[in-house]
């Protein structure tokens, strides 16, 4: 473009018609046009509001995690600031998990399908599909495991990292078909070793990481209704 340039315009004013001309130059500053820049991504998600889902804090309790629609935001309560991941799933998220170092983070919709993030990067490492609803899923202190639970499942999965020695973020190591409806709750115990289920079906299954000669899946019964919530007292297995 060139300085000297006329936009023209019409301008319609008591039922006349007027062509108006306005120099380019006094409408727009060409030096800030040039010195415009357009490499922007994506910050933060205006308009949208809560539907679904878990809601969880960071390991220092300074910022919530939420999923809004099929986006992930996170509000920092010190700063009174927010801020939305560019990860977008193609179903509202119905469930988070965070892991217990902070720097990733599973999402699942409703659809069954899961994505591990990494948060440094905020990209998606790899995705995998349940074909099922996730109801929850929890990292294990030692950010060794995580279970998924899906449906009557609990699905146990090594985590990626030097810690495990497994780089397939869902590395399936086993399968516990616990109860006859969905399960809604899970915890961990402190030294990542049992976890415990609690379903609509009013069980309470207590399941370990691996075979021991006294307990593999301890069944908790004589609950008159559905369990909405079950866990492990701190450094006990109470």
């Known amino acids: 473009m060139k300085h000297g340039v006329e936009l023209k315009s019409q301008l319609i004013c008591n039922n006349q018609l007027t062509v108006c001309s306005f120099p380019f130059e006094k409408l727009f500053n060409l030096q800030n046009i040039q010195a415009m820049k357009l490499n922007y991504k994506f910050s933060n998600l205006v308009g949208t509001v809560y539907r679904k889902g878990n809601v969880l804090f960071t390991p220092d309790g300074d910022t919530v995690i939420s999923p809004v629609g099929n986006k992930v935001?996170?509000?920092?309560?010190?700063?009174?600031?927010?801020?939305?991941?560019?990860?977008?799933?193609?179903?509202?998220?119905?469930?988070?998990?965070?892991?217990?170092?902070?720097?990733?983070?599973?999402?699942?919709d409703e659809s069954g399908e899961g994505y591990y993030v990494n948060l440094?990067?905020?990209?998606?490492?790899?995705?995998?599909?349940?074909?099922?609803?996730?109801?929850?899923?929890?990292?294990?202190?030692?950010?060794?495991?995580?279970?998924?639970?899906?449906?009557?499942d609990a699905l146990l999965f090594k985590a990626p990292g030097p810690q495990t020695g497994h780089y397939n973020p869902f590395f399936l190591d086993r399968t516990y078909a616990l109860a006859h409806d969905s399960i809604i709750t899970l915890d961990w115990s402190h030294d990542s070793k049992f976890f415990v289920c609690g379903s609509l079906d009013s069980g309470v299954r207590v399941c370990a990481t691996k075979r021991y000669k006294n307990i593999y899946v301890y069944n908790l019964s004589g609950h008159s209704s559905a369990i909405v919530g079950c866990f492990f007292e701190d450094k006990t297995y109470d």
């Open 120 to 152: 440094a990067s905020s990209t998606v490492i790899h995705r995998h599909s349940f074909f099922k609803i996730v109801k929850i899923c929890k990292f294990s202190p030692d950010s060794q495991f995580f279970v998924v639970c899906r449906d009557s």
């Open 73 to 108: 935001t996170f509000y920092n309560l010190k700063e009174h600031k927010s801020s939305t991941l560019s990860v977008e799933s193609s179903f509202d998220i119905i469930c988070i998990a965070l892991g217990t170092g902070g720097n990733s983070l599973l999402i699942f």
